[in-house]
């Protein structure tokens, strides 16, 4: 009898353990049902909810306590580092796992794939450790894009130390993908990330790029209102955000605002000329936008023929009390910038604003220039600087702009005179880097690839510039001494001997000094051009 008893018992244990395997493995089907992403990934075991042998871990009470139900804890934060359960589950890190989260966050806010239109991505892993990222695609509407035939909402990537990947949409996300006017978010538990956007059209008649914001904040400039597209992303997973849209004329006066809902996910894109009367934004002036939450901005601006220019928003925080606008060329038939200053605070301030050449002299008059509180200063030519206004021959060089008393922002938007065939913008920079990263590097028949460097010190700057390939191997490197106030704008076959032919890859810039540098990309022909500012 007790020899019975034994067995019983035992198998009494052995049918509870397995009964609670068996539900632990059902509540894991259910998990995946619910986020089909997590399956074959490392998110898909029993440590999802456990911590090691039956014990629960936060997520796994959270879980218990909801009465079984995911949805009901979709916005804690169960783990308690910052970022809900969902965005864990989504960005494929362990939500009871508290050491475990995103720590690359990257944003693509405009982002296409119709019969004329396409966004291409190129994403570096520029860290020594090998990455896993998870890239989600988003329709206006917040909702996620659904898989489909041919098609999947989101790319699940795992890449080398210092590779880099350069793919349009629809070789991410697979050719049924159909988008026209969303968004992406790349979330990566890996540090080291960094993303590079390119809109273009079928005929390359128009192209161009921005950097992937990594943060998203709730007050942001965007600088141009006239003949611009504006997009606004939210994206918050669970809420809905208010975002009001404030123009402001070149003298700081606020005019009525609009407010606008983005859901959670959501994209916001309006005309400015459907948005505001007509008789506002042709005096110029920008907008601000001021949000509940963080919202990622940007604009294109298409002001003649089919050229576009985008431009990231300038968080309202940002800026400095010294500026440099890395180009500024005028004349010779060639070139044609516009300098845009906007005073990021509400009391007044003097700008003095100096071209310097590539050689490190001054060009024409530094001149001094009063600004109001929230004002905007368009600089459209040299004459500013006592120069003429459409020099016989090229002037290049770069722009030093000071503030007296208040944090100042800036773009800097060049083409060629008619605006017609390229143009492309950057914004100015208050703080130069001494290790820069250009996430996109392109030569060959038909494309170049050119960087500009300004050394805005009182000693000479060693620069190493080094290409590499996609699976990380150097292909080639050159040196650059930048004399002080000096500047170099070349084409990278000029700075890098022996530069193979690439069409995929990335560069690095290293200096002894910090440098304020941008890249510029575009076609042998110029009928496209795009600058990359560094990362
Ligand atoms: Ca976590």
């Not at 090998?130 to 917040?142: D, E, N």
């Amino acid at each position: 009898m007790r020899k019975v008893s034994y067995v019983v018992l035992f198998c009494l244990a052995a049918l509870t353990s397995l009964s609670s395997a068996f539900a632990t493995s059902s509540y894991l089907n259910l998990a995946r049902q619910r986020y089909p992403r997590i399956t074959g990934t490392r998110l898909d075991s029993c440590n999802l909810c456990h911590t090691g042998g039956s014990s629960r871990g936060l997520y796994g009470q959270a879980y218990q306590n909801s009465g079984r139900n995911f949805a009901a804890i979709e916005s804690q934060d169960s783990d308690g580092d910052g970022f809900i359960n969902l965005s864990e589950l989504n960005a494929l890190t362990f939500p009871g796992d508290r050491n475990d989260f995103t720590k690359t966050n990257l944003y693509f806010p405009s982002v296409s794939n119709t019969a004329s239109h396409f966004t291409g991505f190129a994403i570096t892993n520029t860290s020594s450790d090998r990455a896993t990222l998870v890239l989600s695609a988003y329709r206006s509407s917040g909702q996620a894009v659904p898989g489909g035939a041919g098609v999947s909402g989101y790319k699940i990537l795992e890449m080398p130390a210092h590779s880099q990947i350069a793919n349009l949409a629809y070789e991410l996300f697979g050719s049924g993908l159909q988008l026209d006017g969303g968004w992406v978010r790349l979330a990566s538990p890996h540090a080291g990330v960094l993303g590079f956007s390119l809109n273009f059209d079928d005929r390359l008649g128009s192209l161009d790029g921005t950097t992937a914001p990594a943060s998203a904040p709730a007050n942001l400039i965007l600088p141009e209102l006239k003949s611009v597209e504006i997009a606004l992303v939210n994206p918050s997973e669970t809420q809905t955000v208010t975002a009001n849209l404030i123009p402001f004329d070149d003298q700081g006066r606020q005019q009525n605002p609009l407010s606008v809902q983005i859901p959670a996910n959501g994209r916001y894109a309006g005309r400015s000329e459907t948005l505001f009367p007509s008789s506002f934004i042709d005096a110029g002036g920008y907008l601000k936008v001021s949000a509940s939450g963080g919202i990622v901005a940007e604009e294109s601006i298409d002001s003649s023929g089919d050229e576009v220019s985008t431009l990231g928003g300038i968080d309202v925080s940002g800026g400095g009390l010294q500026l440099y606008s890395p180009q500024f060329a005028a004349g010779g038939n060639t070139w044609r910038s516009t300098l845009t200053l906007i005073n990021l605070e509400n009391s007044p301030t003097s700008l003095t604003l100096s071209f310097i050449s590539n050689d490190g002299l001054e060009l024409g008059k530094s001149t001094t220039i009063d600004v109001g509180a929230n004002a905007r200063l368009v600089i459209s030519d040299p004459s500013v600087f006592g120069l003429p206004a459409v020099p016989d021959n090229l002037l290049e060089g770069y722009v030093r702009i000071a503030s007296s008393a208040t944090r100042v922002a800036g773009v800097v938007t060049f083409g060629d005179p008619a605006d017609t065939r390229f143009r492309t913008s950057l914004p100015c920079v208050a703080q130069g880097g001494t290790d820069l990263v250009f996430s996109q590097v392109a030569v060959d028949d038909t494309w170049f690839t050119g960087l500009a460097a300004v050394n805005a010190n009182s000693v000479p700057a060693d620069v190493t510039i080094s290409v590499f390939r996609t699976d990380g191997s150097p292909a080639a490197t050159g040196y650059s001494r930048i004399e002080p106030n000096s500047r170099f704008s070349k084409l990278l076959t000029q700075l890098v001997p022996n530069l193979p032919l690439l069409g995929k890859g990335y560069f690095t810039v290293h200096s002894s000094q910090p440098l304020f540098s941008f890249a510029v990309f575009g076609t042998q022909s110029l009928s496209v051009l795009s600058a990359i500012p560094p990362q």
